[in-house]
């Protein structure tokens, strides 16, 4: 069964720094799709990025930049000079093609950015 | 595009009443999700519709829940009799056609106390 694991809980950083956010996944499915969505204190959830099992190639969006590495199993997450408007929690979750449709979330990780 | 829409926002009931919650999915989207959320178990999938018909209610705590989507515009989740530990945010969830990888796009969410 697909799995997802983020580790750590809560993280905090001072304003402008960077915070990294770690996922790691579990999947027997050789084609998958893997996510991140931000839940800010308002409550909604909040679609980021999406990254599918054939495609290693990292890339970087405004702040958002994100390591997928398929040999450790990881998706990791990175906001660069982070602001007060990115506290949140983040959640990866994971998709795969013939696991009829489910989308497993992580426990999430919450980020606080400290002015 | 409205985006997925969820009524009530907050609802407050007392323990045996029963509970019903509402959603709208995108126009054009296929796929209708029905997730819980808690800080114990986190983003939990409940149930999700295919062309308004269940496909895996495996989510399902129990019979108390139960799931409709009678047209391709609305969907309803009903809990009866409602327990304090049905507490909790339920979020509605739609995307369109694909494996999976499409992302979901949520409401806003029923926060649900249930005293």
């Known amino acids: 069964a697909q799995k997802v694991t983020q580790a750590q809980t809560e993280i905090s950083v001072v304003e402008k720094e960077d915070v990294t956010l770690d996922c790691v996944y579990e999947?027997?499915?050789?084609?998958?799709?893997l996510f991140w969505y931000k839940q800010p204190p308002s409550g909604e959830l909040v679609f980021l990025i999406r990254?599918?099992?054939?495609?290693?190639q990292n890339e970087i969006s405004g702040r958002y930049s994100w390591n997928f590495q398929k040999s450790t199993s990881s998706f990791n997450f990175t906001i660069t000079a982070s602001q007060v408007v990115d506290s949140a929690v983040y959640f990866c979750a994971l998709s795969e093609a013939r696991g009829n449709n489910r989308l497993a979330f992580g426990k999430g990780n919450q980020v606080v950015v400290i002015p | 595009d409205a985006g997925v829409i969820q009524s009530p926002r907050h609802e407050v009931t007392e323990m045996g009443q029963e509970v019903t919650l509402r959603c709208k999915p995108i126009s054009g989207h296929d796929y209708l999700f029905w997730y819980r959320q808690t800080m114990m178990r986190g983003l939990e999938l409940l149930i999700y519709f295919n062309n308004n018909v269940p496909i895996d209610d495996s989510g399902m705590p129990e019979d108390r829940f139960s799931a409709k989507m009678p047209n391709a515009s609305f969907s309803t989740l009903k809990i009866q009799p409602s327990e304090p530990r049905d507490s909790a945010v339920y979020f509605c969830a739609s995307r369109g056609r694909g494996t999976g990888g499409s992302p979901l796009h949520f409401g806003n969410g029923t926060r649900l106390t249930v005293t």
């Open positions: 990254r599918n099992s054939f495609d290693e």
């Open positions: 999947t027997r499915d050789t084609t998958y799709y």
